[in-house]
T-cell receptor
């Protein structure tokens, strides 16, 4: 079975632009979470979705939004990009919110 | 919110040595997991262990929920064990909090 897949793997954007990151969970997993990992730090929780409903939101500005589709895939959107948004964005899926399985991440660079 | 502290921050070992990594958390948790992040950034789940003891090959973990800590043991370390080890906890707010990690370097 395929693991969690994320696209794109790398992305370079300019300040003020918008970005959309995509995630496909492991087959059968209905929960998807998004994390931001800045170099040298642990991942920081952004959102959790379960059955297409937002179940949790971390301490991130409203420029960050997400949604989950009927097939349980998910998108993370970031508007008005800032230099500080440069990071590795990780998606994780789980069955009933238990063991997290992470994708390989999208490395976003904002210039 | 819940605080997670990991120690030591850095650890350097010779191949074949054993090590113990610690995770302290500030409140009751219903979910605790250990992860290994390899040098390419991939996060691999090692254990789901909100309480008790588990073993998987050379790795084992113990969580003492009443005393709010968890330990990860690595025996007979190999160079491929190098990377960053993270502890993450959830206090039922659907918000997994990660510690700052322990960076392990295993030298041949």
């Amino acid at each position: 079975d395929a693991g969690v897949t994320q696209s794109p793997t790398h992305l370079i954007k300019t300040r003020g632009q918008h970005v959309t990151l995509r995630c496909s969970p492991i087959s059968g997993h209905k929960s998807v979470s998004w994390y931001q990992q800045v170099l040298g730090q642990g991942p920081q929780f952004i959102f959790q979705y379960y059955e297409k409903e937002e179940r949790g939101r971390g301490n991130f500005p409203d420029r960050f939004s997400a949604r989950q589709f009927p097939n349980y895939s998910s998108e993370l959107n970031v508007n008005a990009l800032l230099l500080g948004d440069s990071a590795l964005y990780l998606c994780a899926s789980s069955s009933q919110g238990l063991t997290l399985h992470f994708g390989n991440g999208t490395r976003l660079t904002v210039t | 919110g819940i605080q997670v502290e990991q120690s030591p921050p850095d650890l350097i070992l010779q191949e074949g040595a054993n090590s113990t990594l610690r995770c302290n958390f500030s409140d009751s948790v219903n979910n605790l997991q250990w992860f290994h992040q390899n040098p390419w950034g991939q996060l691999i789940n090692l254990f789901y262990i909100p309480s008790g003891t588990k073993q998987n090959g050379r790795l084992s973990a113990t969580t003492v929920a009443t005393e709010r800590y968890s330990l990860l043991y690595i025996s007979s370390s190999q160079t491929t064990d190098s990377g960053v080890y993270f502890c993450a906890v959830d206090d039922n707010n659907n918000d997994m909090r990660f510690g700052a990690g322990t960076r392990l370097t295993v030298k041949p």
